[in-house]
């Protein structure tokens, strides 16, 4: 079965560094998603990305993040600046249509990427 | 905001037993969905309810939704020890992004 594949699943990072978590959606899947999931809380929606570009986003979401999907195959969530609370489990998601009243299908979620800000 | 909220909180059953997780939302849904967590894991896609539907079935789950009360329910029938994990429901409104809740930790015991 397709799989959502990220890289790397667990990063240990300086505080005020930048990181780069990876990401291959499916191949023939249209919208990529990040998520962020804080130990012990919510899963919590960052950013939606449909034909090179950002469709939606949340109050997350600010200049410090970037995403960008630099080749036909992998989609980046970049970190500028990292901070304590940046510390959490980063999923990546994908999905073949944008899911709506008139669809069956659900989104494809990676095994994440756990950050650890130090 | 529109919000996934799951109860109970904890659920602990023995082997073929069935398993009652419950979720409510604040706002208008295009379609409701039910995510697995194996601890420390991905989310595992369950089923996806639309709106305009209010019952489905997938192998061992029944999912209903209740768009008058704002409720959905999930199924689990003849639980087995491998369905332990938390479980969440996601509700997705008009732009097709996610809101979860804060997940039913399910445990079956052997």
């Known amino acids: 079965e397709p799989e959502v594949t990220q890289t790397p699943s667990h990063q240990v990072t300086q505080m005020g560094q930048e990181v780069i978590l990876r990401c291959v959606p499916i191949s023939n899947h249209l919208y990529f998603y990040w998520y962020r999931q804080i130990l012990g809380q919510k899963v919590e929606f960052l950013v939606s990305?449909?034909?090179?570009?950002?469709?939606?986003k949340s109050e997350i979401f600010d200049d410090q993040f970037s995403v960008e999907r630099p080749d036909g195959s992998n989609f980046t969530l970049k970190i500028r600046s990292t901070k304590l609370e940046d510390s959490a489990m980063y999923f990546c998601?994908?999905?073949?249509?944008?899911?709506?009243?008139?669809?069956?299908?659900?989104?494809?979620f990676g095994s994440g990427t756990r950050l650890t800000v130090v | 905001s529109q919000q996934g909220e799951e109860d109970p909180q904890a659920l602990s059953i023995q082997e073929g037993e069935n398993a009652t997780m419950n979720c409510s939302y604040k706002t208008s849904i295009n379609n409701l969905q039910w995510y697995r967590q194996n601890s420390g894991r991905g989310l595992v896609h369950l089923i996806l309810i639309r709106s305009n539907e209010r019952e489905k079935h997938s192998g061992r789950l029944r999912v209903t939704l209740d768009t008058s009360k704002k409720s959905s329910s999930l199924l689990i029938t003849a639980s087995r020890a491998a369905d332990t994990a938390s479980y969440f429901c996601?509700?997705?409104?008009?732009?097709?992004?996610?809101?979860f809740g804060k997940g039913t930790m399910l445990l079956v015991s052997p």
């Open positions: 998601a994908s999905s073949k249509a944008r899911t709506g009243w008139d669809s069956n299908y659900g989104y494809t």
């Open positions: 990305f449909y034909n090179n570009e950002i469709s939606e």
């Open positions: 996601a509700t997705e409104g008009g732009y097709s992004t996610l809101t």
